[in-house]
């Protein structure tokens, strides 16, 4: 065919078959879409890990935390409360020394009892004699992460309050007059609730709402608007109207692997959809590669939940629990390392204090973690399917690390990392999801070349970091 008559193609197409239909036909294969996280998305996996304090009545009654009990027995007398030496300095000090970059507070949990100074909850601070009725746990929790350099974040508990008589967001009673007006009630007092608390303790990283917040449609407190408008910047957990992100699996601190940042569904109300309870929560626990909503996995685990124990509770003689720092460190790469972010539960006693024997243990976490990542033996980043490291002399090398840019979403579907041996590239390990974070570690090669190969993408790889290191792995 002459030069000519090709010059005239594109013309032929557009009269025969309309602008259309010649992009159609002259366009290469489309690429599939691209799923993008929100800002609010982004920081908070940027965060990586975070803890959750855990306070409420029942640290004090000197009784083993029983959840069923707790969920139908109201406290007897709420004067029990009286934390002695209550610092959250010294709750924030801890989480940082962790390596934490953002803190959450129950401010109700399943008794219903409220943590801060409100004026629709007659059932909160202003009732005790603690501090003659003025303390602010709230506002103390938030200034001291503020000091400490943590993003602040709050847990509600609306779905049991066993003072109100609250079951899984519903009233209980048996006339049904009765419950509807209590049922008003209720909502409306916890609306009230969540608008205090978006609008006195100023802006908030997130807001987890214990077990979900259930579907206004449902006659249950209606939250969500509440917090788009007070705290448009705040991490939304979650509800059948929208979900920022997504409960791991299990309260291990793990998360499967591969562990993808998108999700079949738009939130994981599984009355809605049952799948997401198919094969023991496979979808929770790697997500949805082809999934078409950007919702990453938490990862959160009780700090005092080693040798059969779960405890999100301080509760006497209970040291025993916490987790070794090995189990710390491997929950660590199962999480972080895994493309999640981790949130621990930490315990404060009847003093107000996070226990020695636990701030000693999360000391040594933190220092753990930093002194395995803060020596790499080398750094890249760049823009396509491989990155070439080279040395001028043997290395050992027995951990890669690797983050896409994944605010241009999540592209990278496979990898193997090589090193070159006699003239040959040498598979070394290989993986499949990357997301904000990966980590592997493997037995120890030695080299002066290797190479990150993406072997599989959705679209041009965009690598924001690739770390090698040898670190001691046990």
């Known amino acids: 065919m002459s030069s000519s008559i090709k010059a005239y193609i594109p013309l032929l197409l557009l009269v025969c078959f309309g602008h259309r239909l010649m992009a159609q036909l002259l366009q290469s294969p489309q690429q599939p879409k691209l799923i993008l996280p929100t800002p609010v998305q982004l920081a908070w996996q940027a965060a990586e890990m975070g ?4 306070y409420d009545l029942h640290v004090f009654d000197g009784k083993k935390y029983s959840q069923p009990y707790n969920r139908i027995t109201p406290i007897a007398d709420y004067n029990i409360f009286n934390p002695t030496r209550l610092n959250t300095d010294q709750w924030i000090r801890t989480a940082k020394a962790a390596g934490a970059k953002f803190a959450i507070l129950t401010v109700t949990h ?3 009892f409220a943590l801060f100074q409100t004026e629709v909850n007659p059932y909160s601070l202003k009732a005790l004699k603690w501090k003659d009725g003025k303390g602010d746990i709230v506002r103390d929790f938030v200034n001291s992460c503020h000091k400490y350099g943590l993003k602040p974040g709050l847990y509600i508990g609306i779905r049991w309050n066993s003072f109100f008589g609250v079951y899984d967001f519903k009233v209980q009673g048996e006339d049904p007059a009765f419950t509807k007006k209590r049922q008003q009630y209720y909502n409306k007092m916890v609306e009230s609730e969540v608008k205090e608390l978006c609008t006195h303790y100023g802006s908030l990283f997130e807001i987890w709402f214990d077990g979900g917040a259930a579907n206004p449609k449902e006659n249950t407190p209606d939250v969500l608007p509440i917090v788009e408008k007070y705290q448009p910047n705040c991490l939304f957990y979650w509800n059948a109207q929208r979900a920022d992100a997504r409960w791991g699996g299990s309260e291990t601190g793990t998360v499967g692997y591969p562990n993808w940042s998108t999700f079949t569904y738009p939130n994981t109300v599984t009355k809605t959809y049952p799948q997401i ?8 626990k790697h997500g949805d590669n082809a999934g078409q909503y950007w919702m990453p996995a938490m990862a959160d685990a009780p700090f005092r939940g080693y040798n059969g124990r779960h405890e999100w509770f301080w509760e006497p003689g209970d040291d025993a629990h916490i987790w070794p720092l090995e189990n710390l460190v491997q929950m660590y790469y199962n999480s972080v390392g895994r493309n999640a972010t981790l949130i621990l539960g930490l315990t404060p006693d009847t003093s107000g204090l996070i226990p020695r024997a636990d701030s000693i243990r999360l000391q040594q976490f ?5 002194n395995r990542f803060s020596h790499p033996l080398a750094t890249k980043n760049g ?7 080279n040395f001028s002399k043997q290395q050992s090398v027995n951990q890669i690390l690797i983050q896409e840019d994944i605010a241009k979403g999540e592209r990278i579907e496979s990898y193997q990392f090589l090193v070159r041996k006699k003239n040959k590239w040498v598979l070394v390990c290989d993986g499949a999801s990357v997301g904000n974070k990966r980590i592997q570690t493997f037995n120890a090669v030695t080299g002066k070349n290797f190479k990150l190969l ?3 993408s959705k679209a041009t790889p965009l690598i924001k970091n690739a770390q090698l290191f040898n670190v001691p792995i046990k």
């Open 366 to 370: 933190g220092n753990q973690i930093r």
């Open 454 to 456: 993406i072997t599989k």
């Open 383 to 389: 823009t396509g399917n491989s990155l070439v490291f």
């Open 277 to 284: 309870e198919a094969n023991d929560l496979y979808l929770l």
């Open 51 to 54: 803890v959750v304090f855990h």
């Open 110 to 112: 399943e008794t219903g």
